[in-house]
Structures are given as C-alpha cells and as structure tokens.
C-alpha cells in the first residue's frame, strides 16, 4: 500500500514519476490525494501500466480530487457502503472519499480513500460521522 498527497498528477510527467515509484517498489495498491484530475482528463492520460486507475474528481473548484491505481490482477471496485442509508451522503460534492473493495490473497479488504483538505466546506464532524456510519453499517 502507497499513500501520497501528490499536490497535482495533472502536471508534466507527474504520473510518469507515480509510474515508476509503484514499479520500484513494487506496489500493489496506490492511494492518491490531491490527485488535481479534473472530468475532461480521460483515464488514458493519466494512466499507469498494468494498473487500473480509480477516481473521484473534485468538480467545483481548483486541487483536491482522489484516485487509486490498483494492480492489474487484483479484484478490486468502487463501492458505497450502506447505500439504503440516506443520511450517508456519499453523493455530497464536499466529501471527498471513495471506498475501494479488494480480494487481495482470497482476503475481503475495504479501503477508504478520502482527502480532508486544510479549508474544508463542511463541518469536520460531517467527515467523520459519514465514515463511522458506513464503518457501522450492516452487512
């Protein structure tokens, strides 16, 4: 597992430099914050070979944005625990997370991704609240 708050992949040969520390160090899973993608930069130009890349953009303003590259060959999707719970507003544009369901060596993981910038648009609490009730949820 990789974290890095990358400050920009969007700027020149930031995902090659991305590509070849995942590659060195033999990483499975990367965690990116601050990933700065925005919607119009397709996938394929910040793709990573024999990984499969994960996003969530930040739409509404300049930084932010998170995404995953996972290894090729791992089980792995995005998903929204406890979707039938409607105070879990995963769909809120201020929250930047995205969870990650991986089968890594026939074991269940869940990952969560989420960028809490130093001037957030929401309340702290708003944050953590929508983490544990998700954490909380029923299988």
Not at 31 to 53: C, H, T
Not at 67 to 95: F, M, W
Not at 106 to 116: D, G, N, P, V
Request: with cysteine; net charge neutral.
């Amino acid at each position: 597992m990789f974290l890095l708050n990358a400050t920009s992949l969007a700027k020149n040969n930031a995902v090659q430099h991305l590509q070849c520390d995942i590659s060195t160090y033999n990483i499975d899973v990367a965690l990116i914050v601050e990933s700065w993608f925005r919607p119009f930069i397709v996938d394929e130009a910040v793709s990573v070979d024999n990984y499969n890349i994960f996003r969530n953009d930040r739409t509404k303003r300049k930084g932010g944005g998170i995404a995953a590259y996972v290894r090729e060959g791992l089980d792995g999707k995005v998903i929204v625990p406890n979707p039938q719970d409607s105070t879990v507003r995963y769909n809120n544009c201020n929250l930047e997370m995205m969870w990650l369901e991986l089968v890594f060596y026939k074991q269940l993981f869940f990952i969560l991704c989420c960028y809490h910038p130093p001037k957030p648009r929401y309340c702290a609490t708003d944050l953590q609240n929508t983490c544990t009730r998700a954490i909380s949820a029923p299988a």
